[in-house]
């Protein structure tokens, strides 16, 4: 019972991770109805950023912060030189264009870090808390950071003026246009706002699975399965599907199929989420009257 307990605890830590990616996930598909493949990259990107500051002797937490601005900017900056331009385009060569961000993030980062695993600290003290054996202190930071981060944004986009302009332009457009919201910003802050959420995801799982330029692959798929399960079109369902799929990926790896297949599970979720139910757990049915 405690090694299951254990699995459960463990598999919420690192659903906290795939929560924070399917945030940003949602939040680009929102603003754009597309998935950007590169989101992983531009985490890992951004968490050798977070690295080479505290590397120059910034300490952990401004670091930290600093690299969210960074890499908030560097998503609008993104959208507005490399995305707007295929705003018209078709789906095909938007998929091209973030495949294209994807190599590229990763080859940069190999060109200027190199691919020599680096080692990543974490913020949270070594010991656990409380005394407790079934999850560590990092484990329970990433899960306390990650639900920070959906408060954060809950209250942005229901409180402030900013985002309800962003969730209508993301809603509809067109009638946005005409109480003049300029709906292309509110998409780059979108990019902006997903860019720094995954910024948090990488920080966050650097310290678990060491840093190199590849260590998002398996994770954006984590991520994607998540926010399908969730509903890719709500980011509070978004969340829970993550943590769903942290906790399913261990239990299921620890006692079905074994740790070495446990990306399968990823998988199976994607493809049975599509068939049986396309809008996911929490998402919403799109009703077009004729």
Same mark, same amino acid.
């Given at each position: 019972?405690? !090694?299951?307990?254990? !699995? ?30 590169? !989101? ?6 951004? %968490? ?13 937490? $401004? ?13 609008? /900056? ?42 990543? $600290? ?9 005394? +407790? ?37 993301? !809603? ?10 300029? =709906? ?29 330029? +590849? ?31 942290? /906790?399913?990926?261990?239990? =299921? ?10 990306? %399968? ?5 994607? =493809? ?6 396309? %809008? ?11």
């Amino acid at each position: 019972m405690e !090694q299951l307990a254990h !699995q459960v605890f463990s598999g919420l830590a690192t659903g906290g991770i795939y929560a924070s990616v399917a945030l940003a996930l949602v939040m680009i598909y929102q603003a754009t109805h597309l998935v950007n493949f590169a !989101q992983g990259e531009m985490a890992m990107f951004a %968490t050798y950023v977070a690295w080479a500051l505290m590397d120059a002797g910034l300490p952990y937490w $401004p670091a930290f912060f600093l690299t969210l601005a960074i890499a908030f900017i560097g998503g609008i /900056v993104i959208e507005r030189l490399i995305i707007r331009p295929f705003d018209d385009a078709d789906v095909l060569a938007a998929v091209i264009v973030f495949v294209g961000l994807l190599v590229i993030f990763n080859s940069v980062a190999g060109w200027i870090f190199s691919y020599v695993i680096k080692t990543f $600290p974490s913020p949270f003290p070594a010991e656990p808390p409380f005394g +407790n054996r079934l999850i560590g202190s990092h484990d329970l930071g990433a899960i306390a950071v990650t639900l920070v981060v959906l408060v954060l944004l809950f209250i942005f986009f229901r409180f402030t003026p900013l985002g309800l302009a962003m969730r209508a332009a993301a !809603q509809n457009p067109a009638s946005s246009r005409l109480v003049g919201i300029r =709906v292309g910003w509110m998409r780059a802050l979108g990019w902006g706002l997903a860019a720094a959420i995954g910024a948090v995801a990488g920080i966050m799982v650097a310290p678990i699975v060491f840093l190199d330029p +590849n260590m998002m692959a398996g994770i954006l798929l984590y991520g994607f399965a998540g926010a399908l399960l969730g509903g890719i079109d709500n980011p509070g369902g978004a969340v829970v599907g993550g943590f769903l799929v942290g /906790v399913m990926e261990n239990i =299921v790896g620890a006692y079905v199929i074994g740790t070495e297949l446990k990306l %399968t599970v990823a998988l199976v979720l994607i =493809v049975g989420v599509l068939v049986v139910r396309p %809008t996911g757990l929490f998402g919403h049915k799109l009703v077009t009257r004729v």
